[in-house]
């Protein structure tokens, strides 16, 4: 089966946001760095997952959910000014541009459930 290209983009996001995260100060890193870094394990598990389940729809509404969550504490880390304007645009662009996969893959599910 070709791999999906939102998995893909969800392992190139993870690559290049996880060591940014682990150069954040530890009282940083070890609240908002390891629940970010959760958040974006737990996409790329649900997304794999997703692929091969059956009934897909419920699987991909969560994980828009937990995309939405992980957009929301990407602009905290711009707030808390633990990342730069150009990082912050990068990972921002890249999350988009995966709910914007996950949204036509729920649209196309909605079709045919």
Do not use: C
């Not at 893909?8 to 995260?21: A, C, E, F, H």
């Not at 649900?46 to 509404?61: D, T």
């Not at 150009?86 to 995966?98: A, G, L, M």
């Amino acid at each position: 089966m070709k791999e999906l290209s939102i998995i893909q983009k969800t392992y190139d996001l993870i690559k290049y946001y996880v060591p940014i995260i682990e150069r954040f100060p530890k009282v940083h890193k070890f609240t908002v760095g390891d629940r970010i870094i959760n958040q974006l394990y737990d996409l790329l598990e649900g997304l794999i997952k997703a692929k091969y389940s059956n009934r897909k729809l419920n699987h991909l509404i969560n994980l828009n959910v937990q995309l939405d969550i992980l957009r929301h504490q990407t602009r905290l880390l711009l707030d808390f000014q633990l990342i730069a304007l150009k990082r912050y645009h990068y990972i921002s662009q890249q999350i988009d541009e995966i709910g914007i996969e996950l949204g036509s893959w729920i649209k196309n599910q909605r079709k045919k459930e």
